[in-house]
């Protein structure tokens, strides 16, 4: 009997495209950027201007070899949002308004968090 993969469990997260965020944890904890992507299935997203790799590329096509650099993953468990109003992190809580949707309220200074315009 064949054996069957396991899916992986998704990790919910409030954290979205273009949102502003802080790392807390790893080499890069400090900086600060913006959401270029976010991988729900793997829990994690890509910041921008954060965790750069470098990676050597071969000369193929008549083209030289060069290096490339790009931003990796990072947990979404080592970033947290940046409150609206003063710019430094917070938890999230979520608010269910009357006509039905979701608004994510900042726990620090209890601002709604607007949804990015991409």
Request: proline share 8%; glycine share 10%.
């Amino acid at each position: 009997m064949a054996r069957q993969a396991k899916e992986p469990k998704r990790i919910k997260t409030y954290l979205r495209r273009g949102d502003r965020v802080r790392v807390m944890r790893g080499r890069d904890a400090g900086k600060e950027g913006t959401i270029l992507r976010v991988d729900r299935k793997r829990g994690r997203v890509i910041v921008e201007g954060v965790n750069l790799r470098k990676r050597h590329m071969p000369p193929r096509g008549g083209e030289p070899g060069q290096i490339v650099t790009f931003e990796a993953p990072i947990h979404v468990s080592n970033v947290m949002l940046l409150d609206p109003t003063d710019g430094r992190p917070t938890r999230v809580r979520f608010r269910r308004n009357p006509d039905g949707t979701k608004d994510r309220i900042a726990v620090r200074s209890g601002a709604v968090i607007p949804k990015a315009t991409n």
